[in-house]
């Protein structure tokens, strides 16, 4: 009894021992920042593989399909999905933003310098494409990779589909970095003691600051919502019992995404979790991926978290006609997001250059610094939210009855 339950969960239960010793080497000793590297490393190698393993999985999934129907069909069930779970996290942060405001007293905010930005135009062709072949080989082009992979795959598809031989080669790829990601992932406990450490001797003492009563709600909700509303996502992608299946999975790419800050370097752990759920590979190839991307439940609650805090600072009103737009530009700038730390500046950019174009030297700054302190639970929500998701595209592809299948057939 003992050694299966290790067997099971003594790996999860160390990496949980690694980020608790973390927090609390990085409490009792500000000198704990000089462990950085030790996480720095973990997350280099997990970028370093996810790359080509985005790549190879999206277009080794669309290859491989029977047809270029289910293809399509998994692809807009995603998309449908990720909006809609978006636009309800948006209006669940509006609501509590009122019951709760974030500023209660006047606040000083020093002006800072601004970059003039993209336009629209250059925005657009930037998140979807990229001017040479080599430019798509970096974790900076996430976005641009998915859409090529995509294109590849469907290309593949168009010349024969699982009877090439490029789509053999593709998934035969694709399951070999998934066994150089399990390598990866045994170096991950000493990676978390690191990082946690750093996290919480750097920014320890932000979070009593003048930002503490703003961070203190986000990262509630944050919970909160995974805890309520990750449940019933589950439970309707996936029917009676999924919720149960989905807890008994979600620790570790919860874990992964808040210790990293990455959707993109959470990628492999939402892939074994997926696997080991029952998901079908051709959905989790597509989603998963593109979830690290597209799907940011967590930023589009802190976007909506840094227009409430900047409407406070400033005496304005955050109305429900402004809280509308601030919803949209929530749901719709959180789509083009980056999934890397911190790559989120161009939406905030997009948020104070919409409500406060006159005072945008001293918003887009305050954005930035709310933006580095939520990373952690913005990420969690988002990357641990694509697993979740798949259940709901399962449900879209494979039937209602998906998950009751999959459990029948483990036990027979």
Same mark, same amino acid.
Request: hydrophobic share 50%; proline share 5%; charged share 10%.
């Given at each position: 009894?003992?050694?299966? &339950? !290790? ?7 160390? /990496?949980?021992? @690694?980020?608790? =010793? +973390?927090? *609390?080497? #990085? ?27 985005? &790549? !190879? ?7 491989? /399909?029977?047809? @270029?129907?289910? =293809? +399509?069909? *998994?692809? #807009? ?43 629209? =135009? ?48 593709? =998934? ?241």
């Amino acid at each position: 009894m003992k050694s299966s &339950f !290790f067997k099971n969960y003594g790996f999860l239960l160390l /990496m949980l021992l @690694a980020i608790v =010793a +973390g927090c *609390v080497v #990085g409490a009792v000793w500000p000198g704990a920042t000089a462990l950085e590297p030790l996480g720095t490393v973990f997350v280099n190698l997990m970028f370093c593989v996810v790359v080509p393993m985005v &790549f !190879f999985s999206i277009s080794s999934a669309i290859a491989n /399909m029977n047809n @270029a129907r289910r =293809a +399509g069909k *998994v692809m #807009g069930s995603t998309v449908l999905t990720f909006l809609c779970t978006a636009g309800i996290a948006s209006v669940i942060t509006y609501a509590v933003v009122r019951i709760f405001p974030l500023v209660t007293g006047s606040y000083n905010a020093a002006p800072g310098e601004v970059d003039s930005g993209l336009g629209l =135009a250059d925005l657009i062709i930037n998140f979807f494409t990229k001017p040479d072949f080599s430019e798509l080989w970096s974790r900076r082009a996430i976005l641009p990779l998915i859409v090529a992979a995509v294109i590849f795959g469907f290309g593949v598809q168009m010349a024969g589909g699982p009877k090439t031989m490029t789509a053999k080669l593709l =998934a035969d790829v694709t399951n070999c970095i998934m066994k150089v990601v399990k390598i990866i992932t045994w170096y991950a406990p000493i990676g978390f003691f690191g990082f946690f450490a750093y996290l919480v001797a750097t920014y320890g003492p932000e979070l009593i600051g003048d930002y503490s009563r703003t961070l203190i709600i986000y990262y509630v909700l944050s919970f909160a919502y995974m805890f309520v509303f990750f449940p019933l996502y589950a439970r309707f992608g996936g029917g009676k019992g999924a919720a149960k299946v989905m807890w008994k999975h979600l620790f570790r790419p919860a874990a992964v995404s808040f210790g990293t800050c990455s959707s993109v370097a959470t990628i492999p752990t939402n892939m074994e979790a997926a696997e080991e759920t029952g998901i079908s590979r051709d959905i989790s190839d597509i989603v998963l991926p593109m979830g690290a991307t597209m799907h940011m439940d967590g930023s589009a609650m802190g976007a909506i978290i840094k227009v409430a805090f900047l409407f406070g600072i400033f005496g304005m009103d955050f109305s429900t006609g402004r809280a509308l737009l601030a919803i949209v530009v929530a749901v719709f700038s959180s789509v083009a997001m980056s999934g890397i730390p911190g790559g989120g500046g161009t939406g905030d950019l997009v948020l104070c250059t919409i409500f406060f174009p006159d005072q945008l030297a001293i918003a887009y700054p305050i954005s930035i610094a709310l933006a580095n302190l939520i990373d952690p639970p913005a990420t969690m929500v988002n990357a641990a939210g694509d697993y979740v998701v798949s259940f709901i595209v399962s449900r879209f592809v494979d039937g209602k009855n998906w998950l009751q299948k999959k459990l029948r057939g483990s036990e027979s």
